[in-house]
């Protein structure tokens, strides 16, 4: 079974810093399996990749952050989205909207298991990870019990405050239930 999820043309924006203009190349969307992380590869072309060339580059996919819309220009044909790592933003163009829904829909269902349906995928423009648990059923919050008034014997300072003189004194204080310190 093949690892492969999505392929296409997409071009990509150049790495920051960088002058070289934008340049289109042909991408391959791989899912993790156990020998290999989540990853975005690119090459030269089409042919490139079919014959096994290894990838121009990689973009490493298990620490993705964010796939969203990015800044699109209709009118030009500029639909583009974005990959959001811990390292870079990759700005990805697409051919027309519907390739731009796909991408995002695909990755998004494969790293953070939250597909985008495909009525919603313009009006939700970002898909962050990691995906959200399963809510519990709606539960009435217990009613709280009856809290003391606060004393007046209660320490307020004000001013610096180091760290082992925050400590120190939670320690000295006992640590009973309640008590905090806020720097």
């Known amino acids: ?48 990749a079919a014959k096994g060339e290894q990838p121009k580059g990689v973009i490493n996919l298990a620490d993705c952050l964010a796939v969203k819309e990015g800044e699109c220009q209709p009118q030009k044909n500029h639909f583009v989205f974005n990959v959001e790592t811990s390292d870079r933003v990759y700005q990805l163009l697409c051919a027309d909207k519907a390739e731009m829904d796909e991408w995002i829909q695909t990755i998004c269902a494969e790293l953070f298991q939250t597909p985008v349906p495909s009525a919603l995928a313009s009006a939700v423009p970002s898909i962050t990870g990691p995906p959200p648990s399963t809510p519990a059923p709606f539960k009435p919050a217990p ?11 209660t320490p307020w300072l004000y001013g610096p405050l180091k760290r082992e003189e925050a400590e120190a004194m939670l320690r000295d204080g006992g640590l009973a239930d309640g008590l905090f310190l806020v720097r």
Not at 24 to 33: D, L, P
């Open 1 to 48: 079974m093949s690892d492969i999820v999505k392929e296409g043309y997409l071009t990509k924006s150049p790495p920051p810093g960088k002058m070289k203009g934008w340049k289109k190349r042909w991408f391959r969307f791989r899912k993790a399996t156990p020998q290999s992380k989540p990853r975005l590869e690119y090459f030269e072309n089409q042919q490139s």
């Open 143 to 153: 009613t709280p019990p009856q809290q003391e008034e606060p004393s007046n014997e």
